[in-house]
């Protein structure tokens, strides 16, 4: 979609994206054929269905996001505020809204995966605490060891992306419960001279910390769901074994 409305031509899914992508889709066409087959009476196949194609939504988002973000840093030129003209002041606008978007965005994604873990594998995390975090459902996987090996990856996956999570963690945490994100730097700067010019953030760093945990979100996914399908099926041969 945002690609349209910049002038870029449509994504063609490719790498761990369309690999994120796929395994998402599988496990939500495995449901779907599940459910015409037989009654889903509970409607727990039908929630994790409708969860799933949200997650795929969720993806196609945050993508988006670091793409317009990338797209508007592109035109910012000038190293200081005072600097800019009205015109790349909007440029600069609008690469902070996206870049702000889709830092929210990564951990919004994980937290969705969170619940649909939690209720596939009925982790019960729920019981630990209230609003849990993908995090914390990782961490009950791994207290419970029911499943090991998924506990393994995803914990491999995490540790591989601690920096760049960690940083967008803090300006998450930053924007959400203090100030704008961008304006801790400018008040940091303040400090050091009242009257300097403001330097702007770097945002190349701050794009790649972006990118490296799209990155981090779609091995998540390719991790958790190619996990789950090969689950998903067992149970439904397991199911068929049973009636037959």
């Known amino acids: 979609m945002l690609r349209v409305i910049l002038g870029e031509p449509p994504r063609k899914n490719s790498g761990v994206l369309a690999d994120a992508m796929e395994n998402m889709a599988t496990f939500a066409a495995l449901l779907r054929k599940e459910m015409n087959a ?3 009476n509970d409607h727990e196949y039908r929630k994790l269905e409708i969860w799933t194609r949200g997650l795929i939504s969720s993806l196609d988002e945050l993508e988006q996001s670091w793409f317009a973000a990338a797209f508007y840093r592109k035109s910012v030129i000038a190293g200081y505020m005072d600097d800019m003209s009205p015109v790349e002041q909007g440029d600069y606008a609008r690469y902070v809204y996206f870049y702000k978007d889709g830092f929210i965005r990564v951990f919004s994604l994980l937290d969705k995966l969170g619940t649909v873990l939690n209720h596939f594998y009925d982790l019960k995390t729920s019981k630990l605490k209230t609003h849990f975090s993908y995090f914390t459902v990782l ?5 419970l060891n029911v499943h090991p090996a ?4 995803l914990e491999q996956i995490k540790n591989s992306y601690r920096d760049p999570l960690e ?3 803090k300006r998450r945490n930053a924007e959400i419960h203090y100030m704008n994100s961008e304006m801790q730097d400018d008040l940091w700067q303040r400090h050091q001279g009242l009257h300097d010019k403001i330097q702007l953030e770097d945002l190349d760093s701050h794009l790649e910390d972006l990118k490296q945990s799209l990155e981090m979100n779609c ?3 390719i991790a958790a769901f190619s996990y789950s399908n090969e689950q998903l099926r067992k149970e439904i041969s397991k ?3 049973v009636q037959s």
Do not use: I
């Open 38 to 40: 037989h009654e889903d």
């Open 139 to 143: 961490r009950q996987l791994q207290l």
């Open 150 to 153: 998924l506990a393994d990856q």
């Open 167 to 169: 940083n967008l963690r």
């Open 219 to 221: 091995k998540t996914l």
């Open 239 to 241: 199911a068929k074994r």
